[in-house]
């Protein structure tokens, strides 16, 4: 049986994550408490259900924090898990709820809403690092959607080289493992023949690869991730995100992005994501 379980923080994006899974085939399971988890999965295999994803957050209150250990057992069963927790900056999910006008799940008359967001983060911070992470501040449905896809199609028994363009000016992706800053090489953007396109077209491929400070660039962060990776792996990661960020997230780091993803596809298992184009 495969499990993919679902959680992270309220308005980052779980409800989209848990719909794709059921449409992609999946049997899906919304709010469940934690401490019924294994219950669930083993009256489900009885059943002959083959492929399950379980949303678990903190609705389920204070059983949420006993998930890692849950989680541990059911693998020891020999069950093929798979975490995925969705994450958002703290303004964008206090934006979220205000324009909905939808209660926190930690509402109590009290606290207010960036307490009730800073609260269930705290309550979360044992699960954020068991699975892959994505963080979904800046991303709309469709894009969250595809990420989505993705990341039901790789092979999970090995480790996923992901590389993330983004721009400072929105901020650092909160999924990040490894951050390289690329501002310091000369922008495209300042030339009005390259201001409107990306990093992926062929006139500012052509101009970086036309700036040796741009080579040098790839050079070095391509060596270094080829001499740690090992390392990652031996940790028995599931992911590495490495995040190359310029400032507006369309350009340079596009471009080295798609540059180190077609350097490393031949020895990993490569995504790409360029978070300001999504």
């Not at 389920?60 to 250990?69: G, I, K, T, W």
């Not at 939808?102 to 699975?131: K, Y």
């Not at 590389?163 to 390289?180: A, E, R």
């Not at 062929?202 to 001499?227: H, K, Y």
């Amino acid at each position: 049986m495969q499990l993919f379980l679902i959680s992270g923080l309220s308005g980052s994006g779980k409800s989209i994550a848990l719909k794709v899974l059921e449409d992609s085939g999946y049997y899906c399971v919304d709010n469940l408490p934690a401490d019924l988890l294994a219950a669930l999965v083993e009256y489900l295999q009885g059943a002959g259900y083959t492929s399950i994803a379980v949303s678990i957050d903190v609705r389920s209150a204070n059983s949420v924090q006993r998930l890692p250990p849950l989680l541990q057992k059911i693998k020891q069963q020999g069950l093929d898990v798979h975490v995925l927790f969705l994450d958002a900056q703290d303004d964008t999910l206090v934006k979220r709820f205000s324009e909905t006008r939808r209660l926190h799940p930690l509402s109590d008359g009290v606290r207010t809403l960036p307490e009730c967001v800073s609260r269930e983060r705290d309550m979360l911070a044992g699960i954020s690092d068991i699975g892959h992470h994505i963080d979904t501040s800046d991303l709309k449905a469709n894009a969250l959607q595809a990420w989505i896809k993705q990341f039901i199609k790789v092979d999970r028994a090995r480790l996923t080289l992901l590389f993330q363009s983004f721009g400072y000016k929105h901020g650092i992706p909160l999924d990040s493992d490894l951050v390289f800053d690329v501002r310091c090489l000369p922008n495209p953007h300042y030339n009005p023949a390259l201001q409107p396109l990306t990093g992926r077209d062929a006139a500012v491929i052509e101009f970086l690869d036309n700036t040796p400070g741009a080579q040098d660039m790839f050079s070095d962060i391509r060596d270094f991730v080829e001499r740690w990776l090992p390392s990652f792996v031996a940790d028995n990661r599931s992911y590495l995100t490495v995040a190359i960020g310029c400032t507006g997230g369309r350009h340079r780091s596009v471009y080295l992005a798609e540059k180190l993803a077609r350097y490393f596809e031949h020895q990993q298992q490569v995504l790409v994501r360029h978070r300001e184009l999504a």
